[in-house]
């Protein structure tokens, strides 16, 4: 049974940091693409950020560029997601997809101002 486990989120003040860290079970990762995705309370689900299999190509939301950053470690089967500057409009559930269609059960992340 693949699972996808999300954690590091929590409640933190605007610009401030927070790592969050997406560990895989079941099935490896490092050949797939890995995304981590965000839901804010009455928005839409936002893609973040992605990172390709091997870590060489990363995208990021235009909301985001320059505050997170995506990495993995194939080794460990996790994919990290370095939030930086954080503001209150992060405030959402983040999750992680891997590309084989698995989803995690997502981390609240809370900004207050």
């Known amino acids: 049974q693949v699972q996808l486990v999300e954690s590091g989120g929590g409640l933190v003040q605007a610009g401030g940091s927070l790592r969050l860290s997406c560990a895989a079970s079941g099935r490896t990762i490092n050949m797939y693409t890995m995304r981590w995705f965000r839901r804010a309370p009455g928005k839409e689900r936002e893609l973040v950020a992605t990172?390709?299999?091997?870590?060489?190509?990363?995208y990021y939301a235009e909301s985001v560029k320059g505050r997170f950053t995506i990495s993995r470690d194939n080794a460990k089967n996790t994919v990290y997601l370095q939030m930086n500057s954080l503001k209150p409009e992060d405030t959402a559930v983040y999750s992680c997809y891997a590309d084989f269609g698995s989803w995690g059960q997502g981390t609240q992340v809370t900004v207050s101002s």
């Open positions: 990172i390709n299999w091997s870590g060489s190509t990363t």
